[in-house]
């Protein structure tokens, strides 16, 4: 069972998008096995950054939000900070494609 929280499009603008400070959004699937495969990984990176916040989105719940943000192929992180997006991974295989997630430094 995931740590992190669960968002849908009903919380997404108050969790992520009017959130201070990053946000790593997980779009991910319960019947999608490299999205299980990478979760481990999510939750260790979460606890070695408590200060970004992390969060999961359901992208067959809550398909038109993830259509919006033009998500096709999960898992996809999105980094937002300050309601806009930052950076994006697909499927990310390494933990340096994660910690680029955390590190890309925002357009100010």
């Not at 992390?54 to 067959?60: G, H, I, N, Q, R």
């Not at 259509?67 to 295989?93: C, H, M, W």
Request: proline letters at 6%; glycine letters at 4%.
């Amino acid at each position: 069972m995931s740590a992190l929280q669960q968002v849908t499009t009903e919380d997404f603008e108050q969790e992520v998008l009017q959130h201070s400070g990053r946000v790593l959004v997980d779009f991910y699937a319960d019947w999608c096995w490299p999205c299980k495969a990478l979760a481990p990984q999510i939750e260790r990176l979460a606890a070695d950054h408590p200060e970004v916040k992390f969060v999961k989105l359901d992208t067959d719940s809550d398909e038109p939000l993830s259509d919006s943000y033009g998500v096709r192929t999960i898992p996809t992180l999105i980094a937002f900070e300050g309601g806009k997006e930052v950076t994006r991974a697909v499927n990310p295989q390494s933990r340096a494609a994660l910690e680029g997630l955390i590190t890309t430094k925002a357009d100010v």
